[in-house]
């Protein structure tokens, strides 16, 4: 029996070799992953001997016990019941794993209801300046664009016959008061009757009444400046003759400018006189110039039916000039306390509008409720408080009422994608190759192989173990 029994063991222990070289040439194929943990745990819970006489599975058996990976499960499944090193653990997009997004603060920004309008720019003053006489010019006060004083003689016409006019009434005038002092003190005498009297006083009044008229015909042949302001270009010159009503120059006051805007008449009720503007010119793309309402019309076009504001702008270093196209933006309210947030964390759903607000690493859709629009700033007036982080962009890989996520910060440059200390990101915030191993090693903690995503471990039966010698002669 003895050779018998010896023959028995050489057998098994060739056998139990044969078996494990087997094993070790399969683990050594890309998608087999040992997990000796496992298979320890199984042989110990099983009580098989090997063929050493001691218990636990055989060298390179892959565990068949529970919380090991089933065999024909794909490469990468978690051993154990871990995640694999190229699952969520790692940073990678496995399934189930954070979804990738860029987020936003609501913050406390200044917003303001505006209503834009057009308008054309005037000065505050404007006039033309044209002869009541016609007359030869003289003299002319003023040059192309120069500034004038009220008062300021501007243009002078031929004076010889109203200055002659003027004398011929001024000797009148002292024979009349000579007549009319003579007649009063022989009136007291009681020398010359009542009439004589009212017939000198008389032709007193009418003699000064023909003074008058003669220094005003005199007075036309002069034009002055009515107020402060700016001359124009002249289109006259000295030694024209010139006909009542002929335009001479322009002068304007263009210290303040006025513009008149249109409004829509659905707007009659917010608007009212001191409200602010903003007003912008082509000539000036990259400059606000503030104003305020001045005035309102009295009434309504009723063809376009718009109201006219008409606002009051300061010409700062006489840039302005009358004819000028303005757009002014009517600011109807202030709001210097609004929680805003980026336009693109908006999410429109049916009439309802929503954001999905992160907490904790998780996102939730939240619905709100919306107000102004500026500079691609929305304002939330109901929903969210000043700090709440929002998702700006990756809400349509959300699902639902949201998920994990985990923050991309978008100002990163992005490097080659490769595995980082220990499977987790990149040097560069990358997330690791799916599948890739840990530092500590495959065998470590049960995990595939390198390339373990790309195809499926075969499906293989676990050896059979060849009975030691003690199992024989139970």
Do not use: C, H
């Amino acid at each position: 029996m003895k050779p018998a029994i010896v023959g028995v063991v050489i057998v098994g222990l060739a056998a139990a070799g044969f078996f494990g070289w087997k094993a070790q040439q399969k683990a050594d194929q890309p998608g087999i992953a040992l997990d000796t943990k496992a298979d320890a745990k199984a042989g110990a819970a099983s009580g098989a001997p090997d063929s050493a006489g001691g218990k636990g599975p055989a060298a390179g058996a892959p565990g068949g016990a529970p919380g090991g990976a089933p065999s024909g499960a794909p490469s990468g499944a978690p051993a154990g019941g871990a995640p694999g090193a190229g699952g969520p653990a790692a940073g990678g997009r496995g399934p189930g794993g954070p979804v990738g997004v860029e987020v936003g603060k609501a913050q406390i920004f200044s917003m303001a209801e505006e209503v834009t309008a057009t308008g054309n720019l005037r000065a505050r003053e404007s006039v033309v300046l044209r002869p009541e006489i016609a007359g030869r010019i003289v003299q002319l006060g003023f040059g192309d664009g120069t500034a004038v004083k009220k008062g300021a003689v501007l243009v002078s016409l031929d004076a010889a016959l109203p200055q002659a006019e003027l004398e011929q009434v001024r000797a009148e005038m002292g024979l009349a008061k000579s007549n009319f002092q003579r007649t009063q003190d022989l009136a007291q005498k009681n020398f010359v009757s009542e009439r004589a009297r009212d017939e000198a006083a008389a032709n007193l009044k009418v003699v000064e009444a023909r003074l008058q008229l003669a220094q005003a015909r005199l007075a036309r042949s002069q034009i002055r400046a009515p107020f402060n302001g700016v001359m124009g270009l002249r289109n006259v010159s000295v030694g024209d003759y010139v006909r009542e009503g002929a335009d001479i120059a322009l002068m304007e006051d263009n210290a303040v400018m006025k513009v008149d805007l249109r409004l829509p008449e659905k707007l009659l009720g917010r608007v009212k006189v001191g409200q602010k503007i903003d007003l912008k010119f082509d000539a000036f793309p990259n400059q606000n110039f503030p104003a305020q309402i001045s005035a309102l019309d009295v009434t309504v076009d009723s063809n376009g039916r718009s109201v006219i504001a008409r606002s009051s702008v300061v010409n700062q270093r006489s840039v302005l000039r009358t004819g000028m196209f303005a757009r002014g933006n009517v600011i109807l309210e202030s709001r210097p306390q609004a929680i805003v947030v980026p336009e693109e964390a908006i999410v429109p759903i049916g009439p309802d509008v929503f954001v999905f607000k992160v907490v904790e690493s998780k996102a939730q859709r939240v619905k709100i409720k919306t107000g102004l629009r500026k500079d691609g700033k929305v304002e939330v007036t109901e929903g969210l408080v000043d700090g709440d982080v929002v998702v700006t962009a990756g809400q349509i890989k959300l699902r639902g009422e949201g998920g994990d996520v985990r923050v991309i910060d978008p100002s990163k440059p992005r490097g080659p994608v490769g595995p980082g200390k220990d499977g987790g990101p990149g040097k560069d915030g990358a997330p690791a190759k799916e599948g890739a191993p840990t530092k500590e090693g495959a065998a470590k903690e049960g995990a595939p192989a390198k390339d373990a995503s790309l195809k499926p471990a075969p499906t293989t039966a676990p050896p059979e173990v060849a009975p030691s010698k003690d199992a024989k002669k139970g």
